[in-house]
């Protein structure tokens, strides 16, 4: 995997290649139990720290966020190194996406920084509460976008306009499905987990009101642990 940060990712026009990150059970399982923890391995760790060396910015909706208590990026000495020698800064930095900014103080990515991180950026629409933007201005970076519910366009442009050439969202399902809407989806990074498991838990893409799919082709398959690797580039992408 230590090649995929040196891939080629061409910046479309306006904005950043966007590449989307999720792991499935063989029967299409996001979560069980309500996180994706049961379906990973060490090989699947090992992939979901080659695939945020690619990006330099990682956008993850306040759903996720809540639900897998997220933390700032600190990569480690191998992502770090590849992220060099692709030309990126150090660390990526994160992004989130709330309407409510209902994201307590008490997550990781607000309770456990260090002083020489940079603060989460949390993009949020026009009309959020000003009480509740400035409770999180001290652990946290706040911009209103302009629509009162933030467009994938709008987030996008925003990410670019902060230089980023490569973003990496890591969902969940339903902001997915924006994506898939906006048709801004340039890669789609997949594991499948050798499990069945069953359950009510929606696909990777969850709430699209597409009514024409997305071609995708594959263009790397590897495999580790029984665990299969998918990275699939959109037709449009390639
Ligand atoms: N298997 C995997 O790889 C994987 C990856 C990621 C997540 N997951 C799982 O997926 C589940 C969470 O996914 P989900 O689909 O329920 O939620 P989600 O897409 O992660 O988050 C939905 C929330 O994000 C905010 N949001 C989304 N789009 C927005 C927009 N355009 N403007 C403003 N805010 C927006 C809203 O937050 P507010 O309520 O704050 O307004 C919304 O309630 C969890 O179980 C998680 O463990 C699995």
Redesign the pocket.
């Known amino acids: 995997m230590e090649f995929y940060p040196s891939l080629p990712r061409p910046k479309p026009s306006g904005r950043p290649w966007l590449m989307i990150?999720?792991?499935?059970s063989a029967d299409g399982a996001?979560?069980v139990d309500?996180?994706?923890g049961a379906?990973g391995n060490p090989a699947d760790e090992a992939v979901f720290s080659a695939v945020r060396a690619c990006a330099d910015w990682i956008l993850?909706?306040?759903?996720?966020?809540r639900?897998?208590r997220y933390g700032l990026p600190r990569p480690g000495a191998a992502s770090r190194r590849a992220r060099r020698a692709a030309g990126r800064a150090d660390r990526p930095r994160l992004a989130v996406?709330?309407?409510?900014?209902?994201?307590g103080l008490g997550l990781p990515l607000f309770a456990e920084q260090h002083p020489d991180d940079d603060p989460p950026l949390i993009?949020?629409?026009r009309d959020a509460a000003a009480g509740a933007v400035e409770a999180l201005e001290s652990v946290a970076e706040v911009v209103r976008l302009a629509s009162a519910?933030?467009?994938?366009a709008e987030?996008l442009a925003e990410l670019d306009r902060r230089g980023a050439g490569v973003v990496l969202s890591?969902?969940?399902?339903?902001?997915?499905g924006?994506l898939a809407d906006a048709g801004v989806i340039d890669e789609l990074c997949l594991?499948i987990a050798p499990l069945v498991a069953g359950g009510a838990s929606?696909r990777?893409v969850?709430g699209s009101l597409r009514t024409v799919p997305i071609d995708l082709s594959i263009d790397h398959l590897l495999e580790a642990s029984g665990t299969l690797f998918v990275r699939y580039l959109s037709a449009t992408a390639c």
């Open positions: 990150n999720m792991i499935a996001i979560a309500g996180t994706s379906l993850a909706a306040a759903g996720t966020v639900a897998e996406v709330s309407g409510s900014l209902d994201l993009l949020t629409g519910r933030p467009q994938p987030i890591e969902g969940g399902p339903s902001f997915n924006q594991s929606p990777i969850h």
